[in-house]
């Protein structure tokens, strides 16, 4: 089935520092997505994106944190700076049509060590 | 304050038998409800999914059981079998918006 990719697997860095999580979506899909999970639990909802506007965003999507897809290229996610509390597995998902009715394809995560 | 609440948390079934998740809502508006399925170290996958105006959707061995008037709904997996462990999410959204997942149930299926 369609791939969403993601870059790193798996990132430590310290506190206080810049990260950037990168996404490739699938292909032909609009509408893009970053949720947060610890200790795989529960998914947790921060941003959507569409047509090169944040169209939704949670509380938990801080003023550090950023989404940008220049030129189509990769979807990302900054934090800057980090916090204890950014540790987490980030998932970014992509749809075809808007996550509320089409269906969300996951990738396999980004897992974010901050120390 | 959560607004998609799973139940139980954890579940174990012998092979064969038939696993029951529930899945509970706050937001009456809710009118999408799909079901997402999580192996260990990979991201969620879509199993299946239901509309408001429904109350029953089955799909090979899952049936999600919906009941608008209780805000809650229930995810059957008919005949279990080993590869059916995985965490299951129930996730809600409402006109569109965000899929709100809840707080998962993780299943283990007993050979």
């Known amino acids: 089935g369609p791939k969403v990719l993601q870059i790193p697997s798996h990132q430590i860095i310290d506190m206080g520092q810049m990260v950037t999580l990168n996404c490739d979506p699938v292909s032909n899909h609009l509408y893009f997505y970053w949720y947060k999970q610890i200790l795989g639990q529960q998914m947790e909802f921060l941003v959507n994106?569409?047509?090169?506007?944040?169209?939704?965003k949670s509380k938990l999507f801080k003023d550090q944190f950023s989404v940008e897809r220049p030129d189509g290229s990769y979807f990302t996610l900054k934090i800057q700076p980090t916090a204890l509390e950014d540790s987490a597995v980030y998932f970014c998902?992509?749809?075809?049509?808007?996550?509320?009715?089409?269906?969300?394809?996951f990738g396999e995560g980004s897992k974010l060590t901050v120390l | 304050q959560q607004q998609v609440r799973q139940s139980p948390q954890s579940l174990t079934v012998w092979e064969g038998e038939t696993a029951i998740l529930n899945c509970s809502y706050e937001n009456s508006a809710f009118d999408y409800f799909p079901w997402y399925q999580q192996f260990p170290g990979e991201g969620p996958a879509l199993l299946i999914a239901i509309r408001s105006v429904s109350d029953k959707k089955e799909d090979g061995g899952f049936t999600i059981f919906f009941n608008k008037r209780e805000k809650n709904l229930s995810l059957h997996i008919k005949d279990s079998q080993p590869g059916d462990s995985a965490t299951y999410f129930c996730a809600a959204s409402e006109g569109g918006r965000a899929l709100i997942f809840g707080t998962g149930t993780t299943v283990s299926v007993s050979p």
């Open positions: 994106f569409y047509n090169g506007k944040v169209m939704e």
């Open positions: 998902a992509s749809s075809l049509r808007t996550g509320g009715t089409g269906q969300l394809y």
